[in-house]
């Protein structure tokens, strides 16, 4: 029976339901039918028992009683009476909502924007942060990587290593050799493979691109457990000798872009860094490879293809002890622990430096950890850590303020709607039925910014990664939008709505009908909901101080940024690359290519000036090498190397960095005539003090015999960023230079670089094939890109702030303007007893001050506690600056006391006997 | 048909005529009104309307079930039948009526 009753309940009953509530009009057709069917009968026995008709008619609609009624209860029957009020109340919440469109907007607004903005940049630092790789049970993976104390032995390294936080540095890479001996070793984990990320020149489908690749060992793939979803994956076979495995895989994003998805494309061949590879397989979509869900290598080669398509030096990386640069990985061995795997790897780390490398006295050994490899390498996070968390810190304070806003409005429009619940109440709704009603209105009103935050949030999780990557360079970074934290942002802000809708809503039923619609008992509860409304003003008015103090400190380092003198001209500069495969050009050719490009560009027309230089400016890139003038000694205690460029002859005359003393380079400085260098003038006061440099001799590098003269001295320039002062520098000419490697090309135009691109590819296309410039940018989006980090903050507190200063306003001339209607009774008794209109202004104008100036002070003093924190963010600006502080504060009292203008004047416009009558 | 004559419904009682009434055979609205005042000897009176609520409400949980059709008189009505759930409940409530007016009989009864 207890099943039957269950299968009535959960399938038969609202089957039922469903059916009455669908075919709505078929039901009330039938209803009707029945009763009139019923009324017929009644009616023909009661003439049969004798009455007339008249008479039985009227009998019969006697003892059926009230037929709406009973037709109300049959609808209740079916349980329908609830959903026919809660149409009836969705009506009529849309019908208030349209009456005051102001007050909609504003809220559904507020609402939307807290949602949409917490959805997407969570969902971004989540990504950043927290994001796995998309592989199959990617916990298992665990990443090696080392913890040396500064001296350990290891000195040559490609790839990332950092100060650790209990001092000495930790890194992940490894060489090649201590590879094969952990891996040949390995009875603690399940078998280590190994992969290398670096950007190559590809020739893919008859186009010259840069591409991300991937080098990874046969094992990588099994490793991993990924699949691909076109022909085979990388496998053992494949790296059976060193130099061999012409064999690649693309990601299923170059699949796309170059190929079209099409099944063709596997045996098709691409050439990378001059070497012709086989496609063999297409990845899955969404995976990224190991190193990290925000890069997207695009090709994955076998690493024993290293020394031939990406050489570093004249040794083979595969067989070179003592540089350290591959990452390796493993999945873990179920039953044996972390700490016991790291301990037996650590051992052996140990016990394969010794064998591989030749370790001098003094020098200790890393020690092996092991760390979650769930995340690939964690590159992103060091990076973005401080500004995903402070722009969690801004998005938690644009919720609160939102949340604020919301009780702020919903509160005030409750305390409004108080006599319309009384009379409602009076009229005989029930309590429950009033809150229904309410609760509804809540939930619409909450629909329609959930609606907003959703759109917002999904459009806004690829804006963020947009501003903080820079244009030139593709990077697809990966942000899903994620449903959980929507959900999470949604629910907190719908919450508030509901809690603060319906608190004046509960206060209201729960009154004596009588005495809320008496006048004095009103004045008792608005009283109390006005304390309520002005610390939500004063709080709202507080973060809004905030905001705006936190936007001028990102507004001036902005400016301060932008105003630094460079030392050159950064305008009409135009920036590219070029990467000369080492293979193809090696023994000088690179050095002869550069120059015929150089003057392939400078006749192109339209171009003013060309030059080179291997390191760009402001880009974070940097190269030194010793620097020891004649009669200094190498000495291992001193730091004897200096900042270099190797430049172009018209460096300093197409950058405009004017020479100080001496010449600078020109057509006599060639490959086979004296070498000769240029110094600038920190570099002059630096390593010649009290003496003229012009002339001296200086040996260059290290080891191998490189002597120069310098011939002249330049202003000083900045280097590689622009936080950083003018570091000492010198320059070489590339002419003169045994080997040049990437280099980049500036060209002083002032026409459009989108003109130029095609002209500056046939020069380079008639030179070599293959070869593709990349990153073209101009020198003021190179030193924008170096800011962006600053500018996307500067223009979210700026827009934070500006929407806080909005919804401070509204919430600020909203209480004063009903603590104004409120007290109209009271300010025309001041104006009858002889008050001057100028007084009462002054009066409401002071109550907002004190309001205003609450929130500002408890802002500043958060404002304090809180941008000491960004303080690394911030260039030529304190934190505490008290210029901005004392302008945000400003700026919002004027806010307010504008805001409450309108009141004030309404209020000091009263008519004495118009207000006495009014209530 | 005096409002004084009526005999008072217990509350939830009318659930447990109607089942009666239709279990011996399906009725439309008209015809259950009268078969329970028939075989109440007439002295029980239902008010007229407040069948129909309690009908809709048992067909609803699936006790009875309706179809429409012709009545005596070749008018469309309404016909309602038993359910196997009806009939079950039927017996049920029976079961505790009997159960409830044996105990409230034997407290009445009792003497002191």
Redesign the interface.
């Known amino acids: 029976?207890s099943l039957?009753a269950l299968f009535?309940r959960v399938i038969?009953?609202p089957r039922?339901?469903m059916r009455a509530a669908l075919g709505r009009e078929r039901l009330e057709t039938?209803?009707d039918?029945?009763?009139a069917?019923?009324l017929?009968?009644?009616i023909?026995d009661l003439v049969r028992a004798g009455h007339s008709p008249a008479e039985a008619a009227r009998r019969a609609r006697v003892?059926?009683?009230?037929?709406l009624?009973?037709k109300e209860?049959?609808r209740?029957?079916?349980?329908l009476k609830w959903w026919d009020e809660l149409g009836a109340d969705l009506k009529y919440g849309l019908r208030i909502l349209r009456k005051s469109p102001g007050f909609t907007a504003i809220a559904a607004g507020s609402l939307a924007l807290a949602i949409g903005a917490n959805t997407a940049i969570f969902s971004i630092a989540k990504s950043l942060l927290y994001d796995r790789l998309g592989v199959p049970h990617p916990e298992q993976l665990r990443l090696l990587s080392w913890h040396g104390d500064g001296n350990q032995a290891v000195h040559g390294m490609w790839g990332d290593f950092d100060d650790a936080p209990e001092g000495g540095m930790v890194s992940n890479i490894f060489s090649y050799p201590v590879y094969l001996d952990l891996r040949a070793q390995n009875r603690s984990l399940q078998d280590l493979f190994a992969f290398k990320n670096d950007g190559m020149n590809a020739t893919v489908a008859g186009q010259a691109q840069r591409v991300q690749t991937e080098m990874v060992s046969g094992n990588y793939y099994a490793g991993l457990g990924v699949r691909s979803q076109l022909g085979r994956a990388i496998q053992p076979s494949d790296e059976t000798e060193y130099g061999a495995g012409t064999v690649a895989v693309i990601s299923d994003g170059l699949w796309e872009r170059a190929y079209g998805r099409s099944p063709a494309v596997l045996g098709q061949t691409i050439t990378l860094n001059q070497s012709v590879m086989t496609i063999v397989g297409v990845n899955p979509r969404g995976f990224t490879g190991a190193k990290g869900v925000q890069v997207s290598p695009e090709v994955f080669v076998p690493i024993t293809m290293l020394p031939v398509i990406d050489p570093k030096g004249d040794k083979s990386l595969l067989e070179d002890p003592d540089t350290w640069w591959v990452n390796i990985m493993a999945r873990a061995k179920p039953g044996v622990d972390d700490t016991q795997a790291q301990a037996v790897l650590s051992s052996q780390l140990e016990a394969d430096v010794r064998a591989t490398m030749q370790v001098k006295p003094g020098e200790t050994m890393p020690h092996l950890v092991l760390s979650d490899g769930s995340r690939g390498l964690h590159a992103a996070e060091g990076m973005f850590k401080k500004p995903v968390a402070v722009l969690m810190a801004l998005t938690g304070f644009v919720l609160l303020l939102a949340c604020a806003n919301i009780a702020n409005l919903l509160l005030a429009r409750g305390a409004r709607r108080q006599r319309e619940m009384s009379v409602r109440l009076a009229l005989g709704a029930g309590r429950v039925r009033v809150l229904r009603q309410l609760l509804t209105e809540s939930l619409l009103l909450a629909g329609i910014g959930g609606l907003g935050g959703l759109l917002l949030g999904y459009a806004g999780r690829n804006l963020l990664p947009a501003l903080m990557s820079n244009g030139w360079e593709r990077n697809e970074f990966n942000v899903h939008f994620d449903w959980g934290i929507f959900a999470f942002a949604a629910s907190v802000t719908l919450v508030t709505g509901l809690l603060f809708g319906l608190a004046p809503a509960w206060l209201a039923a729960r009154a004596e009908v009588s005495s809320s619609l008496k006048e004095a008992a009103q004045t008792t509860t608005r009283r109390r909901r006005g304390v309520a409304g002005k610390f939500l003003v004063a709080f709202q008015i507080a973060l809004s101080t905030l905001l705006v103090v936190g936007a001028g400190l990102f507004l001036r380092t902005v400016f301060s940024l932008n105003s630094i003198d460079l030392g050159f001209r950064a305008d009409h500069l135009l920036l590219f690359e070029v990467h000369p495969p080492a293979r193809r050009y090696a023994g000088g050719k690179d050095v002869e290519l550069d120059a015929r490009l150089e003057e392939g560009f400078a006749a192109i027309p339209g171009v003013e000036a060309v030059t080179a230089a291997t390191t760009p400016y402001i880009a974070e890139t940097m190269g030194n090498d010793f620097f020891l003038p004649e009669g200094e000694k190498q000495d291992d205690q001193k730091d004897q190397a200096e900042f270099f460029n190797v430049v172009g002859n018209g460096f300093f005359n197409t950058m405009g960095i004017p020479m100080v003393a001496g010449r600078p380079f020109g057509v006599e400085d060639a490959a086979t005539s004296q070498k000769v260098i240029v110094i600038n003038q920190s570099l002059a006061r630096k390593r010649f003090p009290n003496e003229n440099p012009i002339g001296k001799m200086v040996k260059i590098g290290f080891g191998e015999e490189n002597q120069a003269r310098i011939v002249g001295i330049c202003r000083d320039t900045l280097y590689a960023s622009l936080r950083e002062p003018a570091p000492p520098q010198f320059f070489a000419p590339y002419r003169q230079q045994k080997h040049v490697g990437g280099i980049t090309f500036m060209i002083r135009t002032r026409l459009a670089s989108a003109r130029l691109v095609a002209s500056f590819r046939d020069v380079v296309q008639k030179q070599d094939r293959d070869l593709p410039i990349i990153n073209i940018r101009t020198q003021q989006e190179q030193i924008d890109a170096t800011m962006q980090q600053e500018r996307m903050f500067a223009a979210l507190t700026t827009g934070f702030g500006v929407l806080a200063l909005a919804l401070a306003c509204v919430g600020i001339y909203g209480i004063m303007a009903y603590s104004v209607a409120n007290r109209t009774n009271e300010i025309g008794i001041r104006l009858a007893l002889g008050a001057q209109p100028g007084q009462v202004r002054r009066m409401i104008l002071r109550e907002s001050g004190w309001l205003a100036s609450a929130g500002v002070v408890v802002g500043v003093a958060a404002a304090l506690a809180l941008t000491r924190l960004v303080k690394s963010m911030l260039y030529g600006v304190q934190p505490w600056d008290p210029a901005t502080l004392v302008a945000g504060g400003l700026l919002l009292l004027a806010v307010a006391l504008a805001a409450s203008w309108i009141p004030a004047r309404r209020a000091a416009g009263v008519q004495p006997m118009d207000a006495l009558r009014h209530e | 048909m005096a409002p004084d004559k009526q005999q008072d419904l217990l509350q939830g009682t009318l659930d447990l005529l109607i089942l009666k009434a239709v279990s011996l055979g399906p009725l439309h609205g008209y015809g259950v009104l009268l078969r329970i005042q028939q075989i109440s000897g007439e002295e029980l009176v239902i008010q007229q309307g407040s069948l129909y609520p309690a009908l809709y409400r048992l067909e609803h949980r699936g006790a009875i079930t309706s179809e429409w059709g012709e009545s005596e008189n070749n008018r469309r009505a309404k016909y309602y039948s038993l359910t196997d759930l009806g009939r079950a409940r039927l017996g049920e409530e029976t079961e505790r009526w009997n159960r409830m007016s044996g105990i409230i009989n034997g407290i009445l009864s009792a003497t002191p």
């Open positions: 029976m039957r009535v038969s009953q039922s339901w039938e209803m039918a029945e009763l069917s019923h017929e009968q009644l023909g003892a059926m009683g009230p037929m009624v009973h209860e049959m209740a029957s079916l349980g």
